[in-house]
């Protein structure tokens, strides 16, 4: 009789911080769960050849934030709270992500939960008073473990920052298994807060991958101070008109013309960052902040990325459902076929919380999951810690 596949499910929430998506995932064909770290050195991992494209998102759901709890999200990033309002939202978090995992946790042998990053300090930034590098993701995976009773991967990034590295991103390990194709020059990315792309050359081949500065974050900052919790359909920006000097300024930021690795995050991409921002109205904030996030891609692409050749962009997250943003992608990166998860008949919401399946897979199995090239680390870790259910 064969063995049923491992189930996985991975819980994620991004740095748009609008809610938690539960994905399901199965392992058809690769090893059993066999110890969790426990047993690791007993069986290596598989050759990509063997594994590549053999990961099966079977269900996903979305849980979305309330508006009270996504305030307190965005205020930790902004480093606006205490030490209590982190303790609290936490284990608030760590609710939340448990009630989404109940939902489907019946069905899987492992849960890896990413949880929430409120703050990402990959370097040292005196002058922000970032005295060392840090990074801190909340979501208490112990009361995920507790309500499924289920075992839980968590807290990805430490081990990575630990061995020197940036502990991002850690999404492309998982997309090379997930998208790598031979022969094809493929760029995954993502809209989400922040924009970041993972270059995939072909099978086994180096993969490339790093952050290129904001998607959707200043762009829900300008939609906010309409009242709107983002900019549904670009319409605010469609209103407005971009302010092309400023966008110029703003390209020249160190961090954009620094090469990968490299990460970011909300708390370095608000609008109190950006010299020139206050003096504009909310719509043509909107339109500029929308044309420098695309214009920072195509920056980014034209510096690092096309000089190794590029047959396709497939564009996931949040902002690949934002027209405006979208029309000036493809015009920016012409005439490279610009395409949607949809598009080639993936789920975008599901690609991430998909992903971290995949490393809390590895991480159970004691094997490495993290990528040196793209985090910076001097060797590749066993990213994420188990916290196991009760008896």
Known sequence: MTAPSPRVLGLMSGTSADGIDAVLTEFPGWPALHGFGLAQGRD????????????RVLEHRFTPFSDDLRAAILAAGRDTSNSSDLAQLHFWLGELLAEAAAKLSDKADLIASHGQTVMHIPRVDEGRG??????????????????????????????????????????????????????????????????NLTYLPGVG????????????ALIDEAAALAGQRYDEGGHLAASGQADQALVNLWLKDPELLTPPPKSTGREYWTLAHLPGASGLSVPD???????FSVQAIAQSYARFVLPHGLDEIVVAGGGAFNPVFMAQ????????????????????TAREAAAFAVLGYYAAQGWPNTLPRTTGAKHAVIAGKLSLPPR
């Open 130 to 195: 970032w005295m060392r590098r840090a990074t801190l993701q909340l979501g208490e995976a112990a009361v995920i473990a507790e309500r499924t009773g289920k075992p839980v991967i968590s807290d990805f990034r430490p081990a990575d920052l630990a061995a020197g590295g940036q502990a991002a991103p850690l999404v492309p390990f998982a997309d090379r298994i997930m998208f790598a194709e031979a022969g094809v020059r493929r760029a995954i990315h993502n809209l989400g807060g922040i924009s």
């Open 285 to 291: 904030l909107a339109a500029t902040v929308t044309a």
């Open 205 to 216: 081949e180096q993969v490339l991958a790093f952050d290129t500065g904001p998607a959707n």
């Open 44 to 55: 290596g991992p598989p050759a990509l050849s063997e594994v590549t494209g053999r990961v």
């Open 329 to 348: 992608f493809r015009a920016a990166l012409a005439p490279v076929p610009v395409l949607t998860f949809e598009e080639r008949g993936w789920n975008s």
